[in-house]
């Protein structure tokens, strides 16, 4: 459980750092690790260990963790925007145009 969370911090992290391209980033990486994960496995049971296999399953919740780690950057992002559109206008949200 640990590991999730580690990467869902992960996560939030990359989307902070990529501003307005939180999604992209954060499902790049989580893909990569992923990708590097099974081609990993492929290569340890192509060798005849089958050690590593248990470890598949929790690559591939860190991969979404990491997307739902940039899912509350994004969120949290366009709250804001929301928030400082309605505020910044004195007439925003109430019809008057």
Same mark, same amino acid.
């Given at each position: 459980?640990?590991?999730? /969370?580690?990467?869902?911090? $992960? &996560?939030?992290? %990359?989307?902070?750092? !990529?501003? &307005?391209?939180?999604? $992209?980033? =954060?499902?790049?990486?989580? @893909?990569?690790?992923? !990708?590097?994960? *099974? !081609? #990993?496995?492929? $290569?340890? %049971? !192509?060798? &005849?260990?089958? +050690?590593?296999?248990? =470890? ?11 997307? /739902? &780690? *940039?899912? /509350? $950057? ?8 929301? @928030? +400082? ?6 007439? #925003?949200?109430? *019809?008057?145009?």
């Amino acid at each position: 459980m640990g590991r999730a /969370i580690l990467a869902m911090f $992960v &996560g939030y992290i %990359v989307a902070l750092t !990529a501003k &307005g391209r939180e999604m $992209v980033a =954060t499902t790049t990486l989580g @893909l990569m690790l992923c !990708a590097m994960a *099974g !081609a #990993a496995s492929l $290569v340890w %049971v !192509a060798g &005849g260990h089958d +050690s590593f296999l248990w =470890t598949l399953p929790w690559h591939c919740a860190s991969s979404f963790a990491i997307g /739902i &780690g *940039g899912a /509350i $950057v994004r969120s949290a992002s366009m709250s804001a925007w929301h @928030l +400082s559109r309605r505020c910044g206008h004195p007439f #925003a949200g109430n *019809g008057a145009d």
